[in-house]
């Protein structure tokens, strides 16, 4: 049997994934760093992207770079593209994971939190996999773009209508980059979180309870639950797999009750 059998898909592959100091991109980066690849890690808290990164290290034994910064500035993005080229010569993976939630009443939400919504979420992966892809476009074996969208991008869900329309907008993006990528060995998709345990929703002492009641399977995911989603979606194994939306959301979207009820 050949050395290479016994090697992950992955190793030693470049990655960025942005939104990673906590929760669901902490856990994948951490994913990736164990996988063998060599991680960029970004976040917009520096101290939080340096313990992060530091962690990951500690934990894996692997490499794990931190890039603090404003995932939605495109000078920064350009930034974080080009530092992976000139650490590693490459880049093979792209997780923009960076995303803002902010709630609020669709009669009285403010010009600045759309936009701010649509700036992070929308034009931060934008342009993220833009920069990402033209490096790729020049490499044999292409590379693998996912975008972090949400259950919401599929079932409304109140007081978060720009929100949701900036999840659903990814899916399609991903779907329409099909035409312009796969040419380039280059695919794209999107990953659909459902309720998730993570830092910020802990902080919530209902959150667990509630999500147990209204998932089919019992429970909320975990953060593994969405990273092992991810370490398919960017690995060898998912090369033919592009335009799609995997939902992990434990059946919630199949019968979507209101959190509210």
Same mark, same amino acid.
């Given at each position: 049997?050949?050395? *290479?059998?016994?090697? +992950?898909?992955?190793?030693?592959k470049?990655?960025?994934?942005?939104? #990673?100091?906590?929760?669901?991109?902490? %856990?994948?980066? /951490?994913?990736?760093?164990?996988?063998? !690849?060599?991680?960029?890690?970004?976040?917009?808290?520096?101290?939080? &992207?340096?313990?992060?990164?530091? /962690?990951?290290?500690?934990?894996?034994?692997?490499?794990?770079?931190?890039?603090?910064?404003?995932?939605?500035?495109?000078?920064?993005?350009?930034?974080?593209?080009? *530092?992976?080229?000139?650490?590693?010569?490459?880049?093979?993976? !792209?997780?923009?994971n960076?995303?803002?939630?902010?709630?609020?009443?669709?009669?009285?939400? $403010?010009?600045?939190?759309?936009?701010?919504?649509?700036?992070?979420?929308?034009?931060?992966?934008?342009?993220?996999?833009? #920069? =990402?892809?033209?490096?790729?476009?020049?490499?044999?074996?292409?590379?693998?773009?996912?975008? &972090?969208? $949400?259950?919401?991008?599929?079932?409304?869900?109140?007081?978060?209508? #720009?929100?949701?329309? $900036? /999840?659903?907008?990814? %899916?399609?993006? =991903? /779907?329409?980059? !099909?035409? %312009?990528? +796969?040419?380039?060995?280059?695919n794209?998709?999107?990953? #659909?979180?459902?309720? *998730?345990? &993570? %830092?910020?929703?802990?902080?919530?002492?209902?959150? =667990?309870? !509630?999500?147990?009641?209204?998932?089919p399977?019992?429970?909320?995911?975990?953060? $593994?639950?969405?990273?092992n989603?991810?370490?398919?979606?960017?690995s060898?194994?998912?090369?033919?797999?592009?335009?799609?939306?995997?939902?992990?959301?434990?059946?919630? &979207?199949?019968?979507?009750?209101?959190?509210d *009820?």
């Amino acid at each position: 049997m050949p050395l *290479t059998s016994h090697l +992950s898909p992955l190793t030693m592959k470049v990655a960025i994934i942005t939104g #990673a100091g906590q929760g669901i991109g902490f %856990e994948i980066g /951490k994913c990736l760093a164990t996988a063998g !690849v060599q991680v960029l890690l970004n976040d917009i808290d520096p101290v939080l &992207t340096q313990h992060a990164a530091q /962690k990951i290290c500690a934990e894996t034994g692997g490499t794990c770079l931190p890039l603090p910064g404003d995932s939605s500035d495109t000078a920064f993005i350009q930034t974080m593209v080009d *530092t992976a080229v000139a650490q590693f010569g490459r880049l093979d993976v !792209v997780i923009a994971n960076a995303g803002i939630t902010l709630f609020g009443d669709f009669f009285e939400y $403010s010009p600045e939190a759309f936009f701010r919504v649509m700036q992070v979420n929308l034009g931060g992966t934008f342009f993220l996999a833009q #920069a =990402a892809a033209r490096v790729m476009k020049n490499q044999p074996s292409g590379g693998t773009l996912l975008f &972090t969208s $949400s259950v919401t991008g599929h079932q409304a869900h109140k007081n978060l209508a #720009a929100y949701s329309m $900036s /999840k659903a907008a990814l %899916e399609m993006l =991903a /779907k329409n980059l !099909v035409i %312009e990528l +796969s040419p380039y060995q280059i695919n794209v998709n999107t990953l #659909a979180p459902g309720a *998730t345990l &993570t %830092e910020r929703t802990l902080d919530d002492p209902e959150y =667990a309870a !509630v999500w147990s009641k209204l998932t089919p399977m019992g429970r909320p995911a975990t953060v $593994s639950d969405i990273a092992n989603a991810a370490l398919f979606l960017v690995s060898d194994n998912a090369k033919h797999i592009t335009g799609q939306s995997l939902i992990v959301d434990g059946g919630w &979207t199949c019968i979507s009750p209101n959190p509210d *009820t």
